[in-house]
């Protein structure tokens, strides 16, 4: 098991860039959750869905966009980066909603837009 | 709007010291309170508390939830170099999304 896999681990992107963050994981998970951390901030969530072809905003959602075609992968979409999404990005899931069943991390994926 | 807040935000104790983190959180419609230990990179599942009361156990760590004052505490005891890390709370709520709030973290150092 490889549990929950983010690609790519890090990433510099120009301003105005796009790009997708992929995340898998092989548990069988009906949720999922994609976070930022940032220092002194703690952990955000940017995105969430709770089963395939789903999705939902969380507490920072702006300029970001989510996919979940597939019950295993959950990407997280850059459309035009800015300097503010400068970041390290996670992503989790879980089987079953929040408060029920803890959630699994991915490794994390180090964004830096220039 | 939920909140979390942990305290203090970092602490150095020596090797075989016994330590506290805490814990508060104001949310809506409480679901479950969890602690997680992150090092360098994802964060590791240590508890989930749903219960007023109950000590939850493993090793030399433990923690326990008080839901009609609103917090939880973390205690280590004989504390290793290894327990050095970032220890995050965070709470699920039935008030919006699904996903946690986190506090800002308790970074622990252990000196030998």
């Known amino acids: 098991n490889a549990g929950v896999t983010q690609t790519p681990k890090f990433r510099v992107l120009k301003t105005g860039q796009s790009m997708t963050l992929l995340c898998a994981q092989d548990?069988?998970?009906?949720?999922m959750y994609w976070y930022r951390q940032d220092p002194g901030m703690g952990l955000r969530l940017i995105h969430y869905?709770?089963?395939?072809?789903?999705?939902a905003k969380g507490e920072v959602p702006d300029g970001y966009n989510v996919s979940r075609l597939k019950k295993q992968n959950f990407l997280l979409g850059l459309e035009s980066a800015a300097p503010s999404q400068t970041s390290v990005y996670f992503c989790?899931?879980?089987?079953?909603?929040?408060?029920?069943?803890?959630?699994?991390f991915g490794p994390g994926t180090r964004l830096t837009v220039t | 709007e939920d909140k979390v807040v942990q305290s203090p935000l970092s602490l150095v104790v020596h090797e075989g010291d016994t330590v506290t983190l805490n814990c508060s959180y104001e949310?809506?419609?409480?679901?479950?309170l969890l602690w997680y230990k992150q090092e360098k990179k994802a964060p590791t599942f240590l508890f989930m508390l749903?219960?007023?009361?109950i000590e939850k156990k493993s090793g030399r760590l433990s923690s326990i939830l008080d839901k009609k004052e609103l917090f939880s505490i973390l205690n280590i005891t004989a504390t290793q170099t290894g327990d050095s890390a970032v220890y995050l709370c965070?709470?699920?709520?039935?008030?919006?999304?699904?996903?946690?709030?986190f506090g800002k973290g308790t970074h622990l150092i252990i000196q030998p």
């Open positions: 949310v809506t419609n409480f679901r479950s």
């Open positions: 965070a709470v699920g709520s039935g008030g919006g999304a699904d996903g946690l709030t």
């Open positions: 548990m069988n998970h009906e949720y």
């Open positions: 989790a899931s879980s089987y079953s909603r929040q408060g029920a069943a803890e959630q699994y």
């Open positions: 749903t219960s007023s009361g």
């Open positions: 869905s709770v089963g395939e072809g789903t999705t």
